[in-house]
């Protein structure tokens, strides 16, 4: 199952070539003369989107043969991977200089009040396979439109739910982001809406807190996606990259994603920006292209 597939579904109920050179995890390292300077945010790659029917570590190698030095899983990538499958797929990601940059795929959401206990439950079994693989931070979502419910009732649900969730992330050193998805991929999803999603990132105003802004659901649902940058970067804690129609590379649809790698570079945004499309040709190249493009576009703000 797919991150996507995940969050239908929820709302209803790593050897590269040797020349490969390892980057720091906590930015994009100065490239050499005469190439794009460092730009303040970094990049990453959603696993579930490419390279599917290779082994783990062997997906991990395209990754890093594209340029990339952080990847974010589903957690159904390691649900079932023994204590040898940790230490093989770590040992191969620190020999590459990749890091788990966050991971996603907790069975409940945050919308339901009745299904808050179980979201917080498994927010906690989630931690200790996040700690085998080093990873800091992990996506939750919302959950479907409870029949009956308010959508003000949702909405403080989700408020309270991450609130909660806030005490177990400082506890355990991690972050919690809160995910839009849009109608057309899940008709029945609650939080559509960044502007929503952001107004309940304000109210839980908790550090360890932060929003995921999906660029493609976005401009599926509301548009407008600069703006809503400029108003809420502090809130931001991560932004996942594909174009409309098609969820394919920035450039093949509607959103000018020049504007906006320029718009978070002014604006200092310093976390990730992860690419979460499908390739139309080649994944590899796709891939460098678009980590390339982001670099150099961002350079620019």
């Avoid at 299904?115 to 917080?120: D, R, V």
Wanted: with cysteine.
């Amino acid at each position: 199952m797919n991150r996507r597939q995940f969050g239908r579904t929820l709302a209803g109920t790593a050897l590269a070539a040797p020349t490969l050179a390892a980057l720091p995890v906590h930015a994009e390292s100065a490239p050499p003369e005469g190439e794009t300077p460092r730009v303040p945010f970094k990049i990453s790659v959603m696993l579930w989107t490419v390279f599917e029917k290779l082994p783990f570590e062997e997906r991990l190698e395209k990754v890093a043969e594209a340029g990339y030095h952080a990847v974010e899983l589903v957690g159904s990538e390691y649900k079932n991977w023994s204590e040898e499958d940790f230490r093989r797929a770590n040992r191969r990601r620190r020999e590459l200089g990749i890091t788990f940059d966050v991971t996603a795929g907790l069975a409940h959401g945050v919308g339901d009040p009745k299904a808050q206990e179980a979201f917080l439950s498994d927010l906690r079994q989630a931690i200790p396979a996040m700690d085998k693989i080093e990873c800091g931070a992990i996506i939750v979502m919302s959950g479907n439109v409870v029949p009956g419910l308010s959508r003000a009732a949702q909405h403080q649900s989700c408020i309270e739910g991450l609130k909660r969730a806030a005490e177990i992330a400082e506890e355990k050193d991690i972050t919690i982001l809160l995910e839009n998805i849009d109608l057309e991929e899940n008709p029945r999803y609650y939080l559509w809406s960044v502007a929503e999603g952001f107004e309940i990132i304000t109210r839980v105003n908790h550090p360890r807190v932060r929003f995921l802004d999906d660029f493609f659901h976005e401009q599926i649902s509301e548009g407008n996606l600069i703006e809503k940058l400029e108003k809420n970067i502090d809130k931001l804690g991560l932004v996942h990259v594909a174009d409309v129609p098609g969820r394919h590379e920035p450039g093949t649809g509607e959103i000018n994603f020049a504007n906006i790698y320029k718009k978070l570079a002014m604006l200092k945004y310093d976390r990730y920006v992860a690419m979460e499309f499908i390739p139309t040709g080649d994944p590899v190249e796709s891939l460098r292209q678009a980590r390339q493009e982001a670099l150099r576009l961002g350079a620019r703000g």
